[in-house]
């Protein structure tokens, strides 16, 4: 007894510091697989041993609600749900009721209050008790209606989730890994609960209602479905739902199954609600749980397999991650051969060794994670060196959490926007590089250089079986990298992003030196300045950029790896070239002014800001103007031309 009473403590100490982690500062000190067994193990002792000790999180979710947002109490508790993984528990429960089942949707909970037909508040669930107020964030929610035709008071509860699409490309654009989001629920918890709101508007945050606490003079006919068709009239969306009964329940819930790996909004199980109003409110609620409705969790399929190593992945922001690769594995109907130990903090957790034996899962039938080590050899050792860039790494501490990083400023790793860049449309133009496969490329270390990116074919059988790439993607980036081999001069030069020198400014510089790549890179300052749209500070960074041997040694390799095609770019479109146009004031017959930029640019011209005496025509519909650049271009005999004399000169 006194064990398990011991053993009961140590549990509510660990689940609640976790929970702490959770539910106040959007944090995973443990994964939820994790979490849910600890937890499943106290409800057992609770029920053996007849004791439930103060602070139990069984019972609540007792921590405070800490940020700086204003808090406010909610009228009725929050509670949470109690939940099953077996479809006959769900059965049972349901019995003769007509249910309505949904995904269980992994976001923030949010209620929102209308009054007069307008958003009046919005609140966090927080603790269940005392939420956080966040009307101004969830004005700007993507699918809030702000007025609904419903004058009287609303009040209903939903869950405010970002998707998944919006997660990879969100997430992917966080410079600080500091401030990198684990998950979907991770980040919408981070953009919901801000104190700009500028942020949640950029984040793409939906919001699901799931349910409806009141509505003042409206008669839903004693059913929670006529309830969620009203709210979809009142301009509201609500959470996919399906009704059932006790005999088509087994295979509606199999019908969600189906489609859980495809659904874009993050979910994390199903709830199945009673549709009988009253009915499930004569249930009552216990202390943490109302009555009328159950989770369904997806019972997670656990394989065991073998450790064989831990691959160490660097990225951009001089992180360095611990990545679990092991024997392959059928979960969920995919194969899976490795998973992200996230930090070094869950890699001592679980004392990772090489050949350990290991239980992996996929968290809600989507990510792949290590469920369990059963062997714990803890042999893994921590590198001290970046597998990037052989730079010294270093183990920081942030809140608990113990992460590795790679300390040397210049890691190859730490450079995906250049290489993004060297890729890009205007420059190499090669499909199927992302910034987020140049990551793990550049992590696995492929590509150190821009010349590593010619010879990705030594890693085929690798690259086939990172996630994401199939045969077939792989065959179209190789033909991609092939195909960019042929280039023109600007295109290359663009590439190397030197400040300053986009394409326009290659272009010219390529015109004015002939083509001569050894000529342009040794050029002086005063040669460089009588290019036409170069001034000292774009000589000064071309200058400087030629100056470093390692860039003079990087580039002659990449220049083995391409043919350059002469001329081939610039014979055609020439017929604006040396020619440089301002452009002020609005324009009609192209979309915009930057459509009209693109124009010039395509035939070699180029546009600029200031009217100077270098300045060929400023383009104005309005000759007859008094402003600023029309005077300034009076004053130094640059001829005013409209768009249609821009047309005329085009079509000459
Ligand atoms: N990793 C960790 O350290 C850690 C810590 C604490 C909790 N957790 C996870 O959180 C879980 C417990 O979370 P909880 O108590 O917040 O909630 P819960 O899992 O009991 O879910 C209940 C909530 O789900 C929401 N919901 C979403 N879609 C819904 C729908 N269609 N209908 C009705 N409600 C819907 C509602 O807000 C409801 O209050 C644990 O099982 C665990 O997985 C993890
Ligand atoms: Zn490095």
């Not at 899976?336 to 996230?342: E, G, L, Q």
């Not at 499909?431 to 492929?446: N, P, Q, R, V, Y």
């Amino acid at each position: 007894m006194d064990a398990k009473l011991d053993r009961m403590k140590e549990l509510i100490q660990v689940l609640n510091e976790a929970g702490k982690a959770y539910y106040q500062e959007s944090r995973e000190i443990m994964s939820n697989f994790e979490y849910d067994r600890l937890y499943d193990e106290l409800q057992k002792l609770e029920k053996e041993t007849g004791v439930i000790l103060s602070k139990s999180p069984t019972q609540n979710v007792g921590f405070h609600v800490l940020s700086e947002l204003p808090k406010e109490a909610h009228e009725s508790p929050m509670l949470s749900l109690d939940k099953t993984k077996s479809v006959e528990e769900l059965e049972e429960w349901l019995g003769s009721q007509k249910g309505i089942l949904s995904w269980k949707l992994d976001g923030l909970t949010v209620v929102l209050n209308y009054n007069h037909g307008t958003l009046q508040k919005a609140v966090t669930r927080g603790n269940g008790e005392i939420g956080e107020v966040i009307t101004n964030n969830a004005k700007v929610f993507s699918n809030i209606p702000l007025t609904i035709s419903h004058q009287e008071e609303l009040v209903l509860r939903g869950e405010a989730v970002i998707k998944y699409s919006d997660f990879n490309r969100i997430n992917e654009e966080i410079g600080d890994v500091a401030a990198r989001y684990k998950n979907p629920r991770n980040l919408c918890s981070g953009s919901v609960r801000q104190l700009n709101n500028e942020i949640t508007a950029q984040r793409n945050v939906n919001f699901m209602a799931f349910a409806l606490v009141s509505a003042e003079g409206v008669d839903f006919n004693n059913s929670r479905r006529v309830q969620f068709e009203w709210l979809k009239e009142q301009g509201f969306d609500v959470v996919d739902y399906k009704t059932v009964t006790r005999e088509t329940l087994a295979d509606t819930v199999k019908e969600f199954a189906k489609e859980v790996g495809n659904y874009d909004i993050p979910s994390d199980g199903l709830v199945l609600l009673l549709d009988d109003i009253s009915y499930g409110q004569s249930l009552g609620r216990t202390a943490k749980f109302p009555r009328n409705a159950i989770a369904f969790k997806w019972a997670d399929e656990i394989r065991e397999t073998t450790l064989v190593k831990i691959l160490w992945s660097p990225s951009r922001t001089g992180l360095i991650n611990p990545v679990a690769i092991f024997e392959p594995v059928e979960l969920e109907g995919t194969t899976v051969s490795r998973a992200s130990v996230h930090n070094l903090s869950i890699m001592e957790a679980l004392q990772l060794g090489e050949g350990d034996q290991i239980t992996v899962y996929k968290a809600n039938m989507i990510i792949p994670q290590i469920a369990d080590n059963l062997t714990r050899s803890g042999t893994i050792k921590i590198p001290e060196e970046c597998p990037v860039c052989s730079g010294k790494t270093e183990i920081r501490k942030v809140n608990d959490v113990k992460s590795l990083y790679c300390t040397n400023p210049d890691c190859q790793a730490k450079k995906i926007k250049s290489f993004s860049l060297f890729v890009s449309r205007d420059a190499l133009n090669i499909d199927g590089l992302s910034e987020a496969t140049l990551e793990k490329f550049i992590g696995a270390g492929f590509i150190r250089e821009y010349a590593d990116i010619f010879h990705l074919e030594q890693y085929e059988e690798s690259i086939t079986q990172m996630e994401g790439f199939g045969k077939k993607s792989y065959d179209n980036l190789i033909q991609a990298v092939k195909n960019a081999s042929h280039t023109t001069l600007p295109r290359l030069i663009y590439g190397l992003g030197i400040a300053g020198i986009g394409l326009a400014n290659a272009k010219m510089l390529c015109r004015e030196f002939r083509f001569d790549f050894e000529r342009m890179r040794h050029a002086e300052e005063e040669e460089l300045i009588s290019v036409p749209g170069i001034g000292k500070v774009l000589a000064d960074a071309w200058i400087n950029y030629f100056k470093q041997d390692k860039n003079n040694e990087m580039v002659d390799r990449l220049l083995s790896e391409v043919t350059i095609g002469q001329m081939a770019e610039t014979e055609e479109n020439t017929k604006l070239e040396g020619k440089i146009f301002v452009i002020t004031g609005s324009v009609n017959h192209f979309e915009n002014r930057k459509a009209l930029q693109e124009a010039i640019e395509a035939q070699g011209g180029k546009v600029t800001g200031s009217v100077t005496s270098k300045t060929t025509y400023l383009i104005n519909n309005d000759t007859t103007s008094n402003s600023s650049k029309n005077k300034k271009a009076k004053e130094l005999g640059v001829p005013i031309i409209s768009e249609e004399d821009f047309i005329k000169i085009l079509e000459e």
